[in-house]
């Protein structure tokens, strides 16, 4: 049902503005592989070993950063984390939230601190399983930037998300609130476009999983 209230937003945005069906187009494919990578992907669990321990972690920031309320969400696959087992290496994914102005990009490499969790399950809505089934086995709410190596990531991934870059900017424009943030959210999965009411009301109703970042 989600997928075809998106068709339809999206077609009433072309209808609007047909400048704009090209970038639309685009976007759409990119979600669409997003979401049979995320189909094909195989679950993953956080090891007890690690979840509730303050660690360093070291890895690449593997899709775009999305800035959401005054702070940024990274999704980075770890090569390396210390914690008091020592060092050991780890191909994890998680997602870390940020504070501060460093910037951050698709492809850097990252070293962050803080508390790493599984993500927690809601009444409405199983956060663990929803984060799992993209391959994302821990979180860290309050994560410390340390450093960021600029880095270049896949040449494909960075075309798409410069598209997407590129409908999000161009739909804020042709779209009043909240009729924008909601297209964007549903079809192109930017999660970080809803108003904080709109995003609770999903939450409240369980259908905060039709949007994906």
């Given amino acids: 049902p989600w ?4 068709v339809l937003l999206a077609a009433g945005v072309v209808l609007i503005n047909r400048h704009l069906a090209p970038l639309i187009g685009l976007a759409f494919l990119a979600l669409l592989l997003g979401a049979g990578r995320g189909v094909l992907a195989p679950t993953v669990e956080l090891p007890t070993t690690l979840a509730g321990q303050t660690v360093a972690v070291s890895g ?17 696959r770890l090569d390396h984390v210390l914690g008091g087992a020592g060092q050991t290496t780890s191909r994890l994914r998680i997602l870390a939230t940020v504070y501060g102005a460093m910037p951050v990009h698709y492809g850097d490499l990252v070293l962050l601190s803080g508390e790493i969790v599984a993500p927690p399950r809601f009444d409405q809505f199983d956060y663990r399983t929803y984060l799992a089934e993209q391959g994302i086995a821990g979180v860290m709410p309050s ?11 896949d040449p494909l991934h960075m075309l798409l998300y410069a598209v997407r870059h590129a409908v999000i900017d161009a739909i804020d424009r042709a779209l009043p609130e909240p009729q ?12 970080a476009a809803l108003p904080p009411a709109l995003e609770q009301q999903m939450i409240a109703s369980g259908l905060v999983h039709i949007v994906v970042a």
């Fill in 3 to 6: 997928l075809v209230l998106g």
């Fill in 60 to 76: 690449m920031v593997d899709d775009d950063p999305v800035a959401h309320k005054g702070n940024r969400r990274l999704t980075v």
């Fill in 143 to 153: 994560a410390r930037l340390v450093r960021v190596t600029a880095h270049p990531g």
């Fill in 180 to 191: 924008a943030a909601l297209l964007l959210g549903v079809v192109f999965g930017y999660r």
